[in-house]
């Protein structure tokens, strides 16, 4: 990034520009394989978002058609009120709870069992997400092992089928996104904890302030930017998910857990729509930075 | 970084982007799809896979060994035909049909619903070979459900697909937990039929366990089983193949929906219905768990083996005494693709599947299913009392009937995905009422035709 710096501040100079031209040279693979493979999809995107075609013959323009019928299908509607749903479990519940393991970790930061906690707590992340969908419907089909503690306790009444229940399975599929992210968000915590200036906690300690004012006075707001990256990559999972429903429940039952991404694929594959199927990947593309970019504004500003 | 500085490389990469993207500019697709000379004129000879040393590619379904028992048995006959076999399961297959049928032409592949595929030009005309085989001659419904006319409906026009054999659907029974519900023959109306059922949930047992859950609607099965015993098959099939003016909201198959809600409500399905997949249901049903289910004969040979002895099928019974009886069956369909290398050895192949005696043999023995071809050709004899022998039987019944019906899941490509299953959830959960269900269905298909 330098030599751009350099050569839009002082654009007379030959060597500066030479030193440009070199900067740029060294960039350019990186960037060759940026724009072919992220930029230029993007772009056709954007393109097959305008027409209507069904990925194999010849496509018809259509203008800004499947954006308007994307805004009056009440199932593409809801499917996005879905990911919204999921931002509780994929970004409010991991925050909330990694920032409670943090401090609790950091407590006893010098035993042997942070680092057995730590990483117990991160093994989530090293699975692959196809094989945590498949063990959590294990878990929580009907005779799976959350109905055996259940009924264990006495609480039969509340064992069901929790993925194939029209009023649990959106929280169920949530709660996997939970699991996955939990570890995510603690570790990313701990590290922004471990930069925190010890002295701040001493002088608090000095003042009288107990565990519960230290963590509200100093952990939290030094913290302002790791939870504003924590937050960032757990909305995103949430809206722009698809491993998870895909393997878990497939959008069912009867469409309850259907999610933008989950919808993009079976109207390019399954209906052969590739243009609606565009245009609904360029509206999700849109609504996760209308959601995100604030995020960032919201927990850079204060750091500066 | 902030944006200002951000702001200059960014711009240049979305120029070289552009730059890349040219070449695609102009609108994407193409009419090549049809390659020229698709017409399924008949050969002068009838093709062969002649003397030289040939490579097929074939595209399978995981999962089902029968095809690849047949390019066994085939190269064994024909050393010179080797076979390149790909293999993924039928939901891959059916996203990756379009794509690969137009880039990657396989010579023979397993193939989902066939008008859309037809209708785009990607699948190769085989008039010209069931001219030169003979298949014209054979009992037509065997390939109706593969003919695709100009307009991508079904059941007239050109033959685009050809089937390894012909599968049928009914209702298989656990004979050990049958007899203590007192079933000792196959119920001869819907009403007993009900009774049965009713039975079987009085004796604490699970009278169904039907697979329903994630993207497969497995309801779907009894419901058009209903249909069939309520109506006739001759218009169901109309709405499968597209025919104008076609609705699967009639009152006939809205009688067959409430009394599959009734069936819903007297508690005669698992109660974790819509979380069952068709693993499940099957181990559940092979495990004794469950007197009935709603299933293909492409089961046959595997129950025969897990379940030897202990596993009955009979036919839907008809709502009247004596009614006629229907059965979803379909070809298990394979094509060849329009840019095919080998289209003739693939054809010779088809035809040999159907016309050879161990190729026959190995129809029924692995595939469970009856074979295609001629209706006196040749039948492997079948051990009398098992499940293969059944289904083969009530084969026999549904041809006399004229009862084949195609599935209501293959109307369109996306009806299954998006309409059936999640509608039948719906009314699994007590959460659609019949006459919404059919009337979203058709607004669905109405849809999808036209989009």
Redesign the interface.
Known sequence: MEPTTIGRRRVRGARRRRAAWLGWLFAAPALLMYATFVLRPLLLTVQYSFYDWNGVTASTWVGLDNYRQLLTDPDLFASIVHAFELIVFFSLLPVVLGLVIAATIRGIATSRLALVARTVLFLPQVIPLVAAGIMWSWLLSSTGLANELFSAVGLDSVTRAWLGDFDTALPAVGVIGAWVLVGLCTLLLLAGMSKIDPALYEAARMDGAGALREFFAITLPGLRQEIGVCVTVTVIAALASFDIVYIATQGGPGNSTMVPGLEIYYLAFSEREVGMASALAVALVILVLVCVLPIQRLTRDGSR | ?SLR?AR??LL???A???L??GA??S?????S?TAPGNTGAAPATAPTCGAQPITMKAYFETGFPLPKRLTDEFTKQFPNVKWDIREDQFAVI??NA??VL?DDPPDLMRLPQVS?LAK???LKNLDGYAQAFGWTSWPASQLQQMRVNANGQRGDGPLYAMGLNFSMTGIFYNKKLATRIGLTQPPATLAEFDTLLKKAKDAGLVPVNQF?????GGLAFPLQNLMSAYGEPGPINDWIFQKPGATIATPANLQATQHLERWVKAGYFA??????DYATMMSRFIGGKSVFIFDGDWESGNLDKQMAGNAGFFLMPPAQPGGKRAAMSAPLTYGISTKAANADCAAFFLNWVATNRQARDIAVEVGGSHPMGPAGAYMPAVKQGTVTAGTLEAGATIGKDNGAMDFIANAT??IY??SW???L??L??G??TPDALLKTVQQDYEK?IK?
Request: with cysteine; charged share 15%.
């Open positions: 970084m500085k200059r490389p240049t990469a979305i070289i982007a552009g890349v993207a695609a500019c609108a994407p697709g193409s009419d799809g059916t996203q379009p794509r137009a859309e785009d030009g990607l329903n859950g994630g993207g497969t109660p974790d219905l819509n979380s069952l490509g996306a995905a998006k299953t999640p509608q959830q719906k699994a959960a959460q659609q999808q989009g």
